[in-house]
């Protein structure tokens, strides 16, 4: 794995939370911290990469000359990377994408009145972004590799291997969730084609760098 393996390669990644709101001052949001994906894209910059990073609200500092674009909602999130994904060579999805949203988000603030009934909300189905993007010709062509990541507390092996062929991805990215989130170690196992690898506990700066080392043994020599 030469330091600049990822030269001359556009990478797109997801990461953080996001956020739908309810009204103007309350919202849904999730624990995630942001760091997993932060960690791929400086580590994506490290080795050459052009790196755009489109994170939900997360409290990070922006890793050095990565392209970054904040985002709140799942839709806006999907929006940004549809507007990114043909123009790259490698989409990695981290972001902990809420899966519903309220149905009607007020205009205005929802106002506690004395008597009135508890506000109740009704919520519909985000986008899957990921599968979204994994539908593109860009993707179905091969030209852009698409990595997902998966969190699940039990069944790793076959809630992962089956995620993985849903989605319609050549990688998915397993870890025992949700107590990775905000940490600084976790444990991943990827899942492609041929089967599954763990990479031994270790930092997300270090995963991230071998996560990468197998993202661009799997790449398509340029033609
Ligand atoms: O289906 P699940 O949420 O477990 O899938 C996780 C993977 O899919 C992650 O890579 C996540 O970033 C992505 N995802 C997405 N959009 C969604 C839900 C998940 O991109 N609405």
Redesign the pocket.
Known sequence: FTPKSLAGKRLLV?AGPTFEAIDPVRGITNRSSGKMGFAIAQAAQEAGAEVTLISGPVALPTPRNVARIDVQS?QQMLDAALLHADAADIFI?????A?WRPANSAEHKIKKTEGQATPALHFIE?????ATIAKTPAAASGKLYCV????ESDNLIEYASA?RKR?GIPLLVGNIGPNTFGQDDNILTIFDEQGHQQLPKASKRVLAKQLLQEIALRLQPAH
């Open positions: 997801t799942a999805a981290t972001a902990a994408v899966d985000n986008p899957d972004i990921l997902g990541f998966a969190a995620k989605k």
